[in-house]
C-alpha cells in the first residue's frame, strides 16, 4: 500500500468488520512543524489484546487469515519518515489509531485519492456515521456524512455525487493552493 488513502481505507474497513457505527477520521498537516498526522477513531469494541500484540505482522482477527499486515506496513511507513503510530481506546469508546509521518520527508508515501476514498466510504456505508476533520496548520475543517447526503430525499446518492460533494466543501473550506497541496500535488 503506497498511498495513505489506501491505509486509511484499510482502518475504517477493520473498523467497520468489528461493529463501529461511528468513524472519525482526522487528517493534519503542519507545515511549520513538517509532519503529517493521520488518525482513526470508532466506537468499536477496541482493543482485545495489547498494543503491541495487535502490531505484530502475524495477529489477525480474521478468520482463515493468517497474517494482520496493515497496522504494521503503516507502522514501518510511519517510522521510516521519522514518525510511529499508536493505538489507544479513545472517547467514543472504541479504539482510535494515529500514524505520524514527517511531511517532507523522501519517503513520505502520497496522500493517494483520499477525497475519492472518503467519498467511496460514505457511498457504499450509508449506515456508518462518519466524521472529517481536516487541519491545515492552526485551522480545522469539519464536516460529517450526514451533511453529505441529501437529507431531503430518500434516493441513495452515488459515489460520484458524493465525490463532487466532498470536492465542493473541501473547495469552500479551503484556498485554492491549499486544495491543491491536499488533493493534486501529494
Known amino acids: 500500500m503506497r498511498e495513505l488513502a489506501l491505509h486509511l481505507l484499510d482502518l475504517v474497513e477493520n473498523s467497520i468488520r468489528v461493529g463501529a457505527t461511528r468513524i472519525g477520521i482526522h487528517l493534519q498537516l503542519d507545515r511549520a512543524?513538517?509532519?503529517?498526522?493521520l488518525r482513526v477513531k470508532d466506537n468499536g469494541p477496541g482493543l482485545s489484546v495489547r498494543p503491541e500484540e495487535a502490531l505484530n505482522p502475524f495477529y489477525t482477527t480474521k478468520s482463515g487469515k493468517r497474517?494482520?499486515?496493515g497496522l504494521s506496513l503503516l507502522q514501518s511507513a510511519a517510522e521510516q519518515t521519522g514518525g510511529g503510530l499508536g493505538l489507544w481506546?479513545?472517547?467514543w469508546g472504541g479504539l482510535e489509531v494515529w500514524a505520524k509521518f514527517r511531511w517532507s520527508h523522501v519517503d513520505r508515501y502520497p496522500l493517494g485519492e483520499w477525497p475519492e476514498t472518503l467519498a467511496g466510504m460514505v457511498s457504499t456505508r450509508p449506515e456508518i456515521e462518519f466524521l472529517f476533520?481536516?487541519?491545515l496548520d492552526d485551522r480545522i475543517l469539519t464536516f460529517q456524512?450526514?451533511?453529505l447526503r441529501n437529507p431531503e430525499s430518500t434516493e441513495a446518492v452515488d459515489s460520484i455525487q458524493l465525490y463532487g460533494r466532498v470536492l465542493e466543501a473541501l473547495q469552500s473550506m479551503l484556498s485554492v493552493e491549499e486544495f491543491r497541496l491536499f488533493h493534486e500535488v501529494v
Open 89 to 91: 481506546s479513545c472517547d
Open 33 to 37: 512543524g513538517d509532519w503529517l498526522m
Open 67 to 69: 497474517t494482520g499486515l
Open 145 to 147: 456524512s450526514t451533511a
Open 133 to 135: 476533520e481536516l487541519q
